[in-house]
């Protein structure tokens, strides 16, 4: 499975933006997905996950009720809608695809990864 994430960009402080995340197969569309960033010199963060039929999701407690994840099983598309975004939301997002069909919040529970988009956040 190829993961191609896209719609990042430089906004400012309280904007919103939308990341998508294409798979390459409706391969993804039978697991679990995620969106995970990351900054120089940080580990792989948690940010929002999905399961298989879109029904559960969860989310990291820094981005609760300012994220939405969400995906398009028929299109094989995973969002990321993003509102009041903070500089601390600056990062590299990474959209991956699950090993199993349920959310997971690990990267250790993830197979594929996207090549990453870059949201920077200005004060």
């Known amino acids: 499975v190829q993961l191609q994430a896209s719609g990042g960009g430089l906004v400012r402080a309280g904007d919103s933006l939308r990341l998508s995340c294409t798979a390459s197969?409706?391969?993804?569309?039978?697991?679990?997905m995620g969106w995970f960033r990351q900054n120089p010199g940080k580990e792989r963060e948690f940010v929002a996950t999905?399961?298989?039929?879109?029904?559960?999701?969860s989310y990291a407690d820094s981005v609760k009720g300012r994220f939405t994840i969400s995906r398009d099983n028929a299109k094989n598309i995973l969002y990321l809608q993003m509102s009041s975004l903070k500089p601390e939301d600056t990062a590299v997002y990474y959209c991956?695809?699950?090993?199993?069909?349920?959310?997971?919040?690990?990267?250790?529970?993830?197979?594929?990864w996207g090549q990453g988009t870059q949201v920077t956040v200005s004060s």
């Open positions: 991956a695809v699950a090993r199993g069909a349920w959310s997971a919040s690990s990267a250790n529970d993830y197979a594929y």
């Open positions: 197969r409706r391969t993804a569309s039978n697991n679990g």
């Open positions: 999905i399961d298989w039929r879109g029904g559960r999701s």
